[in-house]
């Protein structure tokens, strides 16, 4: 199951294969910076990503501070300001203090301020709640809130509907609710709803603010107060923290906290952990803070504030002329243009440098996988003639990347629907281009004509033959077996249930000479978000599901490769022919599927492990790659017990004598094929016996936590010949002829390659005493015998047991885009709380 360990190598992925493209982790390679240029790969670019917007950080008054508090006071002050600071450290806050109105308090970094003050002031009678998109390190902070005893909650990104339902249910319950919010957000850039947190602080005295206005600082409000100090009433702000940060706009170093009140300032100044045992902002760049906040205070910081708004609106104007998907229209200075999957993202940030333009590249963890895009900002530095030109870049590259990555514009429009919703189409094939931008912008190219997508909705509609051969061996899913889901789950009127419904898609890619280059199958159902999670934490999820009756909680639509019941691996490629091309069809067909039918990602499942060339191709298209649950297959190459018993160690081999072959005896053992006379007369009370054994294992299963199957589901086995049913008995059932003499069973696929267990039912009182599940998978090997079956493939789970008949463990993975991943984080959140024991 996916750990936190997992998904931190995940990202280590995704940003290593930026770093392998020269586009993340860049040294700059200049003797002497002017603000507007930086050289990396030895170009000399315009640089559009620094965060320094007013463009103070090359200002001679800065640089002379810092000089001057060298000389008067050394590199360094090594001293926690729990004993002792530097002499401009008392300067500097009260300059601040001055510059914002409030108490203030002067952090190493940002970071640091949060992790200082909010578990000092957020307690464990209050409650936390994070939008969903606020920064980083304010999540960060939050943990440290949530160890001290508050509870810490997440909710969707400016949802103040849910906002207000949470303040008004802690009402009673909780001294303070705080909510945590950015300003400015540093990748889309919206603002902070302040009036309409006016209303709502002005509704419910229970709601504190806790506000990162790191990007807002210096460039915007009043002598460079901010967004919230700004536009927040006064009466808000008595209950409101607002920190910022001294090391972007603001041209110098560290963060500030600013406080509604005196006490609150010293108390943080006394328990902030980082302010007893951190290194404080050393005296040079206290040097610079101090002349900084002096020049914020002067006339001087409204024309470079007004100097760098006509540069926003300029970009904003160009952009909107040059039908760019500029997410947010926003008066930033953070602008950031959708470009789709990372792949297109990572290709037009190369192209912008070769035109002479730095912009950074946005992709997961950032922003979603499938929401990638340029980041640029804009500062003081750049001349009218760099922002056209970036703007004409944009409009001439973007088409071309989305051409060359094998992507569309209709696949940005759908990622970017609803930030885009009610703006001009953006770049139709033809338009007006901006001052400067090329006349003729290349129009991005369909699918290679060679290749073809074949996409239906039912088995019945492909052609057996072909498919069985192509992935008919692989697992569950051969024609036969497909037929009998679809019959069981894609009928809607069948009961009520939205998980026990799925939306079946089958894909087939064609080359000219209509060879099939890639081939597989999705199925869009809602899953439980905490599927792949440890158990003790699906244990917690599903606590909380009954504690609030609430059965969808943290469950998402998913488009899915291959089913929730089947295993194995579900995609052919052909990799002699244009496969990647093929495969990014799929792709695009399942993302279509997900944006139609609101699932939260597309997931491509049991991939096998060591395909390099398959994991750097799905890497570059944006999916995050998380293992799943190792599989077990058998080989079945022996003849009778005593050849099994030989190709075991010794010590399995000691277990199936005396735990398994030895109590085999003790089992009436009954087959029933899918299909025939003896299955179809199963008597009804039996079959509800057979669906109550497997839903006694159902409720423990946390390690693969997922919706029960329906009931109708045995009834369709036992009418299937892709299927057979094992049922143990007792051999002495002391005269218990009825079905719940039934102890044990097993819905087996088969076929004459393969045996495939896919769900079992347990009495459990006679697992312990009649190794009775152990019992089940050595019948899965007596029929691959019968059948001549060169494999048993016993799927996920079980490890132990598994290992103990020979089976081979074989290592699969998960590769996930995720369109919304506001569950995730949730469920992240939670995770975090829940002890493992």
């Known amino acids: 199951m996916a750990t936190p360990e997992d998904l931190l190598t995940a990202v280590d992925e995704v940003i290593s294969d930026g770093v392998r493209r020269g586009l993340l982790h860049n040294d700059v390679e200049d003797d002497v910076l002017d603000g507007r240029h930086v050289t990396v790969g030895g170009r000399r670019l315009v640089n559009f990503g620094s965060c320094s917007y007013l463009g103070l950080e090359t200002d001679p008054r800065l640089k002379a501070a810092v000089r001057d508090a060298v000389d008067r006071y050394g590199t360094q002050f090594s001293s926690s300001r729990a004993y002792a600071s530097a002499p401009l450290y008392r300067v500097a806050e009260a300059e601040l ?167 609150s300032r010293r108390f943080v100044a006394t328990v902030g952990g980082p302010l007893i045992f951190s290194g404080p902002v050393q005296p040079p760049m206290l040097g610079a803070i101090v002349t900084s906040a002096r020049l914020h205070r002067s006339p001087e910081i409204a024309a470079r504030q007004e100097l760098l708004r006509s540069r926003i609106d300029l970009f904003n104007t160009l952009a909107t002329e040059a039908h760019l998907p500029l997410v947010s229209e926003s008066a930033a200075p953070i602008r950031y243009v959708g470009a789709g999957v990372a792949s297109v993202a990572y290709r037009l940030t190369e192209r912008l440098r070769e035109a002479g333009f730095f912009v950074n590249t946005a992709t997961f963890p950032a922003v979603p996988a499938k929401r990638c895009g340029a980041r640029l900002t804009l500062t003081t530095h750049h001349t009218e003639d760099d922002v056209a030109g970036v703007v004409a870049a944009l409009a001439e590259h973007l088409p071309a990347a989305i051409a060359e990555e094998g992507a569309s514009v ?15 189409e953006v770049l139709p094939l033809r338009h007006p281009a901006p001052q400067g931008a090329v006349t003729h912008l290349p129009v991005p190219r369909p699918a290679p004509p060679q290749l073809r997508l074949e996409h239906v909705r039912s088995i019945g509609d492909v052609d057996p033959v072909e498919w069985d051969a192509l ?249 299937s010949t892709a299927f057979e049913v094992v049922l143990l008995r007792l051999a002495d059932p002391a005269g218990d002829d009825s079905g719940e003499g039934i102890v044990a069973f097993a819905v087996q696929h088969v076929t004459g390659e393969h045996v495939v267990p896919l769900f079992v039912g347990l009495d459990y009182d006679y697992v312990p005493t009649h190794s009775s599940y152990q019992v089940l998978l050595l019948q899965a090997l007596r029929s691959a015998q019968r059948r001549g079956a060169r494999l048993v493939r016993y799927g996920m789970g079980a490890d132990l047991q598994k290992a103990r008949f020979g089976a081979r463990r074989e290592k699969r993975w998960a590769y996930v885009q995720a369109g919304d991943t506001y569950n995730a984080d949730v469920l992240a959140h939670l995770a975090e709380s829940v002890p493992a024991s």
């Open 97 to 263: 203090a001055e510059l914002f109105g409030r108490p203030v308090i002067v952090t190493p970094s940002t970071s640091m301020g949060h992790i200082a003050t909010m578990p000092a002031l957020i307690g464990s009678r209050d409650v936390l709640i994070l939008d969903h998109q606020v920064h980083h390190s304010v999540q960060t902070a939050a943990k440290l809130v949530q160890a001290g005893g508050a509870r810490v909650e997440l909710i969707p990104h400016n949802d103040l509907r849910t906002l207000e339902r949470r303040l008004e249910s802690f009402r009673g319950t909780h001294r303070r609710v705080w909510y945590a919010a950015d300003g400015l957000y540093s990748m889309y850039a919206d603002f902070l709803p302040a009036a309409e947190l006016d209303a709502l602080a002005a509704r419910h005295e229970n709601l504190w603010l806790y506000v990162d206005d790191a990007h807002a600082f210096s460039w915007t409000g009043a002598s460079g107060r901010g967004y919230a100090l700004e536009h927040l009433s006064p009466a808000t702000l008595a209950r409101t923290v607002v920190a910022g940060s001294l090391n972007k706009s603001f041209a110098a170093a560290g963060g500030a906290i600013t406080f509604p009140d005196e006490e």
């Open 410 to 424: 209709a696949d940005l429009r759908r990622a970017f629907a609803r930030q885009l919703r009610g703006r001009p």
């Open 471 to 719: 992935l008919g061996h692989r697992g569950a899913f051969d024609v036969a077996a497909l037929r009998t889901l679809e019959a069981v789950f894609g009928a809607a009127e069948a009961t009520g249930r939205a998980e026990d419904v799925w939306a079946f898609s089958y894909l087939v890619v064609r080359d000219v000479d209509g060879a099939p280059v890639a081939v597989t199958f999705f199925t869009t159902a809602r899953w439980k978000d905490d599927m792949l999670s440890p158990a003790h934490v699906s244990r917690e999820v599903e606590r909380r599901r009954a504690e609030g009756g609430d059965p969808g909680f943290l469950t998402s639509p998913m488009v899915g490769m291959g089913s929730l019941l089947t295993e194995g691996d579900h995609l052919y490629l052909d990799r002699s022919r244009d496969w990647r091309t093929a495969l990014r069809m799929i792709l695009q067909a399942a993302r279509a599927e997900e944006d139609t039918s609101g699932a939260a990602a597309v997931v491509l499942r049991d991939l096998p492990d060591g395909d390099d060339e398959l994991h750097t191709f799905l890497l570059g298209e944006g999916l995050l790659r998380i293992p799943v649950a190792d599989s077990w297959v058998r080989e079945v190459g022996f003849a009778d017990d005593e050849e099994f018993l030989a190709g075991l160690t010794r010590k399995h081999r000691y277990h199936q004598r005396t735990r398994v072959l030895a109590w085999e005896p003790s089992f009436e053992v009954g087959v029933l094929a899918g299909g025939s006379p003896a299955a179809a007369a199963l008597p009804e009370a039996d079959r509800d016996v057979l669906y109550d054994r497997y839903r006694a294992v159902h409720a423990r299963a946390f390690d693969l936590n997922v919706f029960p199957l329906p009931r109708r589901l045995i009834d369709a086995v036992l009418d």
